[in-house]
């Protein structure tokens, strides 16, 4: 999608409208910048010039996304309040509510999901891909304390048994927790099995 364009016409008004028709959009969705004001010239005829702008589309990455959002709510009947911080390429997303839990889902995957639409949205007239990370009541980083938390409870298990461990199916984010949090371990290794989404990670003794 083009996010700008220069655009000329005999007056500054013609100009502009000469590059929102380039564009494609409406006078609200652009930044404009004169370029060049019109000059008629001696008598009119010599040395006149037309007037050149430069229209660049507005970053309106927070608005839609925010519409998108309220709209996906609605359709639950959830009041939700959302609070969007952009960083350079970076999105997060803090949302706040009565009823977190229906938001959250079963492990996190209903959270998921949503932050995976959102992540759609927010990228699919972008030229550069902009991450977006959504959370709620601190979630995710309760959900990482529990994982490490699990992951150090297997390995002392398999230690024990000398058993290899396979746990639930997780998303690929929670896996690298698991992954991350025994790559110290001297004896113990970690490896994913099967096939997205029912993909596990399995713990064992090194060989």
Known sequence: MI?????????IEEAVENGLKELG?????VEVKIIE???KGFLGV????DAEVELE?????EEVTKQFLHSLFEAMSLDVAIDIKINNDQMDIELSGPNMGVVIGKRGQTLDSIQYLTSLVVNKQRD???KVHMDTENYRQKREETLVRLAHKMAKN????????VLEPMNPYERRIIHAALQSEPKIQTFSEGEEPYRKVAIALKK
């Open 158 to 165: 398999v230690k024990a048994t000398k058993r290899k461990m």
């Open 46 to 49: 010599f040395g006149s010039k």
């Open 57 to 61: 589309r507005k970053d309106q990455t």
């Open 25 to 29: 959009c409406s006078r609200d969705d």
């Open 3 to 11: 996010q700008k364009v220069h655009a000329t016409g005999k007056t």
């Open 128 to 130: 550069k891909y902009m």
């Open 37 to 39: 004001v019109p000059y």
